[in-house]
């Protein structure tokens, strides 16, 4: 009841992760947000397109398609997923690339079976910059596949730059407390993102992420007060 409108249930710290919820979990989180007045925003899986072994990335294609059904029992409009981590030493880019495009296009396909949208986060991992993150949507300019702009993960250059950048492609949000401003954390200019929101085409949630140490249900009330100011 902390005067928030939605809520995102992240796959991961569901009990028993990656194996996919029973129905009465699924449905039992589901009646709780409405109980308490709340929208589920999205949720999200931890997965790797960037492994080099095809076997294993058949494995991470399926963990999606399994959290794109549970998004859908929990009515989740957005299935949150990441690039990857692997360094893949003298794999040219192009190749991880490509491979990686062909796994969210079938993810893509599934999503839009099941009416979820597939949101891929810029998570300074293997795509860390706009310039690398508008290549995808152009790949693949379905209405099904979105960004979650992830505003810590822009750490190159001038953020807020980058957010303006991809703003077009976002279908949801990870509004943090901190931001890197050519390579250093620095406290996120709130009034500043959000007047780049207001006018851009995005009508969504705007989920908050408090990182750190602290009480982080103190963290995020105080979070959403600066927020709520500026909208």
């Given at each position: 009841g902390a005067?928030?409108?939605?809520?995102?249930?992240?796959?991961?710290?569901?009990?028993g992760y990656p194996a996919v919820?029973?129905?009465?979990?699924?449905?039992?989180?589901?009646?709780?947000?409405?109980?308490?007045?709340?929208?589920?925003s999205g949720t999200g899986v931890r997965n790797d397109f960037t492994i080099a072994d095809k076997e294993k990335r058949k494995k991470e294609v399926q963990l999606v398609k399994d959290w794109v059904e549970v998004?859908?029992?929990?009515?989740?409009?957005?299935?949150?997923?990441?690039?990857?981590?692997?360094?893949?030493e003298g794999i040219p880019r192009e190749q991880i690339t490509d491979w990686m495009l062909k796994d969210i296009e079938t993810c893509v396909a599934y999503g839009?079976?099941?009416?979820?949208?597939?949101?891929?986060?810029?998570?300074?991992?293997?795509?860390?910059t706009a310039d690398q993150v508008i290549p995808l949507f152009e790949a693949i300019p379905s209405e099904w596949f979105g960004l979650?702009?992830?505003?810590?993960?822009?750490?190159?250059?001038?953020p807020y730059?980058?957010?303006?950048r991809?703003?077009?492609?976002?279908?949801?949000?990870?509004?943090?407390?901190?931001?890197?401003?050519?390579g250093k954390e620095v406290e996120t200019d709130l009034e500043r993102v959000i007047n780049l929101i207001k006018p851009s085409q995005y009508q969504g949630y705007v989920p908050i992420e408090t990182l750190g140490p602290g009480d982080p249900k103190q963290k995020v009330e105080a979070m959403l007060a600066r927020v709520?100011?500026?909208l």
């Open positions: 005067g928030f409108d939605g809520v995102d249930i992240t796959g991961y710290y569901f009990k919820p029973s129905n009465d979990t699924i449905y039992g989180v589901k009646r709780r947000a409405f109980q308490k007045g709340l929208e589920i998004a859908a029992k929990l009515g989740a409009p957005v299935l949150r997923i990441f690039a990857g981590t692997q360094k893949n839009k079976q099941n009416g979820v949208i597939i949101g891929f986060q810029n998570h300074y991992d293997f795509i860390q979650i702009l992830d505003t810590g993960s822009f750490r190159i250059g001038d730059k980058e957010i303006e991809t703003i077009k492609y976002a279908v949801n949000w990870q509004l943090k407390e901190k931001i890197y401003v050519d709520k100011k500026y």
